[in-house]
């Protein structure tokens, strides 16, 4: 299938690599001349704008860091709108809120193509391993047309609802990883104050109730999972300053909905000082740097 693809990110580079290790034709376009040089080593056509890399694609990605990004890429002069040919369906997986989704799903409706929301979660190593989870927002038809590709490039492609409900999952989905993160940095922080060997804390935490993805996956305390960013001075992974923004975004759709998120909103408030100090570019995981008094600092 010749499908065009729009951001080449941490998270974008490795889902169209995959895409092409699967036998796909690639037309792609970042406004990172490296980053395009490096798909075009691995196979991929580079386009000048994201019209050129939507004319006569047969299907359509964008993987942008906000809503802004894509309603540029999607309704620009030189945009995905511009170029598309009429009935090919446009995927997207940025991060936005559910009511800029169901947005850009009207403005492709009126230029006579298909829209989907399928955000993803897995972070750049599972992007790396084509082993992402897709939270997928489109009618059960669609859902079926653009699963063979999501396959290239995740193992877990779940439809959500309909437009709008890939994005619900995700926010959601992310305001309990800042929530659990924070948690996890502020008791492997107490112990370590108090004494315990933070090896032997996480071992307790991740055999026992407090167990969770944060503390035996990603754990934010140095040297605990050799694997993380916190072993490696929170270099790479998931941004700071990305998290933030999920999180502000939880809390406008939360705001609009009327509905009280109380952990989320402190935890907001925790990524925004993060952030204020300069390491929103570290990994989220260095939220830990607010607590911490026995190294782990950035």
């Known amino acids: 299938m010749k499908i065009g693809f729009i951001g080449l990110g941490n998270m974008g580079a490795p889902m169209a690599r995959n895409l092409l290790k699967h036998g796909h034709a690639l037309q792609v376009f970042d406004l990172s001349a490296a980053a395009c040089g490096a798909l075009a080593d691995a196979g991929a056509a580079v386009c000048a704008s994201p019209k050129a890399a939507a004319a ?12 802004a990004h894509v309603r540029g890429v999607l309704a620009g002069e030189q945009g995905v709108l511009a170029g598309i040919a009429h009935g090919v369906t446009i995927v997207d997986s940025s991060t936005i809120d559910p009511a800029s989704a169901q947005e850009f799903a009207r403005l492709a409706q009126a230029n006579g193509n298909a829209f989907v929301d399928a955000p993803v979660s897995g972070g750049t190593g599972g992007a790396a391993a084509g082993t992402l989870t897709f939270m997928v927002g489109a009618s059960e038809a669609l859902f079926a047309s653009v699963s063979p590709a999501l396959g290239a490039m995740g193992k877990n492609i779940v439809r959500c609802g309909d437009t709008g409900m890939g994005q619900v999952a995700k926010i959601c989905n992310n ?15 107490l112990g370590a104050t108090l004494g315990i060997d933070p ?26 999972v050799e694997t993380a960013p916190a072993s490696r001075g929170y270099t790479g992974g998931f941004g700071a300053d ?8 939880a809390a406008e ?26 390491r929103g570019g570290l990994d989220f995981s260095a939220i830990i740097s607010l607590y911490e008094r026995h190294g782990a600092q950035s």
């Open 253 to 278: 759709a939360a705001r609009t909905a009327k509905q009280p998120i109380f952990l989320g909103a402190l935890a907001h408030q925790l990524y925004q000082a993060l952030s204020a100090s300069g």
């Open 175 to 189: 305001l309990l990883l800042g929530i659990t993160m924070a948690g996890v940095a502020e008791a492997m922080s």
């Open 56 to 67: 006569d694609a047969e299907l359509v990605f964008t993987m942008l860091p906000a809503a």
């Open 199 to 224: 090896k032997v804390l996480a071992g307790i935490v991740n055999t026992s109730t407090g167990r969770c993805w944060s503390s035996d996956t990603y754990n934010p305390y140095p040297g605990i």
């Open 242 to 249: 990305l998290m933030l923004k999920d999180l502000g975004l």
